[in-house]
């Protein structure tokens, strides 16, 4: 969060802290972290991912 919100995100937002540390105790999160360290993901949005993410798009591009 603070790489969102800056770097005294914790404390001025005490309770989206204590949310967010809920959250990633459980094991469903720490199971969902962990396969970030497994898998490689693509970090660049290129076309490729784009056509994934967005299929929908795709009628928009066609003549």
Known sequence: ???ILGAEAWTALP???RLLDEIN???AAKAAEALSTEYSFKKD???AAKA???P???RL???
């Open 1 to 3: 969060m603070p790489f």
């Open 15 to 17: 309770n989206v802290k």
């Open 25 to 27: 105790a459980r094991p």
């Open 45 to 47: 949005m290129d076309d």
């Open 52 to 54: 994934v993410m967005f």
């Open 56 to 58: 929908q798009n795709k």
């Open 61 to 63: 591009t066609q003549a």
